[in-house]
């Protein structure tokens, strides 16, 4: 199982970033996929995950209307779209997956066993 994640960089706060997990080594149909981001001190926290299918979305309160998860199972890839970014976004996002269900999502991080690298987002006020 490999996922990589890229789109990470410095931007303003108010500025939109466009994260990538590109993924290979298992059957992504069956598989939910979450972003969680960590930063120093803390756990990872479980962004946004969605269903194999897309079918279901999960989205924390914090990042609600400002972010977009989406999927494309042909191409085997997760995006995450953040826009109107704040600095409390700051942090390292991480994409992570594991075998999901067909009629829910859960984004806890103790749910997915399978782990990228993470890519560094910071903003800046």
């Known amino acids: 199982v490999q996922l990589v994640e890229s789109g990470g960089g410095l931007v303003q706060a108010g500025g939109s970033l466009r994260l990538s997990c590109a993924t290979s080594?298992?059957?992504?149909?069956?598989?939910?996929i979450g972003w969680f981001r960590q930063v120093p001190g803390k756990g990872r926290e479980g962004v946004s995950c969605i269903s194999p299918r897309g079918d279901y979305t999960f989205y924390d309160e914090s990042v609600k209307g400002r972010f977009r998860i989406g999927r494309d199972n042909s191409k085997k890839s997760v995006r995450l779209q953040m826009d109107n970014l704040k600095p409390e976004d700051t942090g390292v996002y991480y994409c992570?997956?594991?075998?999901?269900?067909?009629?829910?999502?859960?984004?806890?991080?103790?749910?997915?066993?399978?782990w990228g690298q993470g890519t560094q987002v910071t903003v800046s006020s």
């Open positions: 992570a997956a594991d075998l999901g269900y067909p009629d829910h999502v859960i984004c806890g991080e103790d749910e997915y066993e399978n």
């Open positions: 080594g298992f059957r992504f149909g069956d598989f939910a």
